[in-house]
Nanobody, 116 residues
Framework: QVQLVESGGGLVQAGGSLGLSCAAS????????MGWYRQAPAKQRELVAT?????STNYADSVKGRFTISRDKNTVYLQMNSLRPEDTAVYYC????????????WGQGTQVTVSS
């Protein structure tokens, strides 16, 4: 089992920056990729960025050049710059197990609100 705890959300003005972190505990050796997803009101959850165990990254087109995902041992970070009101959402951390038969782990989510 893996537990994920996110922190760092909050309220920021458009154009500002926020950093999120997600600490994994438990069977962290079983984790392959980690990532961030977000869900805005009345919308589906969408991918923001992912990072593999080897450090390869992938970003949604809407955040490329503004957001940076990084990983240090059992913690994954998301640095968000040049924030826009449309970035407002609940941000969720996830961890994909090495074993494909094990479900992906999710954090509880942290609210990010960008005011115009």
């Amino acid at each position: 089992q893996v537990q994920l705890v996110e922190s760092g959300g909050g309220l920021v003005q458009a154009g500002g920056s926020l950093g999120l972190s997600c600490a994994a505990s438990g069977s962290i050796f079983s984790i392959n990729a980690m990532g961030w997803y977000r869900q805005a009101p009345a919308k589906q959850r969408e991918l923001v960025a992912t990072i593999t165990r080897g450090g390869s990254t992938n970003y949604a087109d809407s955040v490329k050049g503004r957001f940076t995902i990084s990983r240090d041992k059992n913690t994954v970070y998301l640095q968000m710059n040049s924030l826009r009101p449309e970035d407002t959402a609940v941000y969720y951390c996830n961890a994909v197990p090495v074993n494909p038969w094990v479900n992906t782990y999710w954090g509880q989510g942290t609210q990010v609100t960008v005011s115009s």
